[in-house]
């Protein structure tokens, strides 16, 4: 195939990229033209006030300190919650410290190795070192890669990693799901 059959190619499939592209766009404006407008409000200036979110252009104003409305006729009330708050806050607080720690530490512990590597690679071109670095990768690949069955090594990979490291932090510890929530949020924060 020459530079020219591919610009012919090109050529004859921009029209029908752009005749799919213009179909999609119409669908997807005549989908949000039909599809009910849903308001969210915070609380409002007034401070008598709290503000639902409902679909379909409608906004109900409940005041403060009053019961909350029935449900609608015909329908069930809505389940009593089985979340324990004081679980859901302690597990996600200490999920955000551990978080917090690991993320401070991993830095710290990467901060430092980088810095061995950059002074053993200066110390190594001044003549003054000489790295194993076959030794060196000898010994991480003994030390984190994995076995299989058939006797193959396996690195170790991110998910394994995170595996790892949730199942050490959340041995014997209950809410296991706010810590995980909260140490996710404690590595996005720290």
């Given at each position: 195939m020459n530079r020219l059959d591919g610009t012919r190619r090109g050529q004859l499939l921009l029209?029908?990229?752009?005749?799919?592209?213009?179909?999609?766009?119409?669908?997807?404006?005549?989908?949000?033209?039909?599809?009910?407008?849903?308001?969210?409000?915070?609380?409002?200036?007034?401070?008598?006030?709290?503000?639902?979110?409902?679909?379909?252009h409608e906004l109900i104003l409940r005041h403060i300190g009053s019961t909350p409305p029935p449900p609608p006729q015909g329908q069930p009330p809505p389940p009593e919650s089985t979340v324990n708050l004081y679980e859901l806050?302690?597990?996600?607080?200490?999920?955000?410290?551990?978080?917090?720690?690991?993320?401070?530490?991993?830095?710290?512990?990467?901060?430092?190795?980088?810095?061995?590597?950059?002074?053993?690679?200066?110390?190594?071109?001044?003549?003054?070192?000489?790295?194993?670095?076959?030794?060196?990768?000898?010994?991480?690949?003994?030390?984190?890669?994995?076995?299989?069955?058939?006797?193959n090594k396996k690195p170790p990979t991110i998910s394994s990693l995170w595996r790892w490291v949730v199942d050490f932090l959340t041995a014997d510890f209950q809410p296991r799901a706010s810590f995980i929530a909260g140490l996710a949020l404690g590595l996005r924060i720290g």
């Open positions: 029209p029908s990229l752009l005749t799919a592209t213009g179909i999609a766009g119409i669908i997807l404006g005549i989908a949000t033209c039909t599809a009910p407008i849903i308001h969210c409000d915070g609380k409002g200036t007034s401070t008598n006030y709290d503000y639902y979110c409902l679909a379909e806050t302690f597990g996600t607080a200490a999920g955000v410290c551990a978080g917090v720690f690991v993320k401070k530490g991993a830095k710290m512990v990467a901060f430092f190795l980088g810095g061995v590597f950059v002074l053993l690679q200066y110390l190594g071109s001044m003549s003054l070192v000489r790295v194993n670095w076959g030794g060196m990768a000898s010994r991480f690949e003994n030390l984190l890669y994995t076995t299989d069955a058939l006797g």
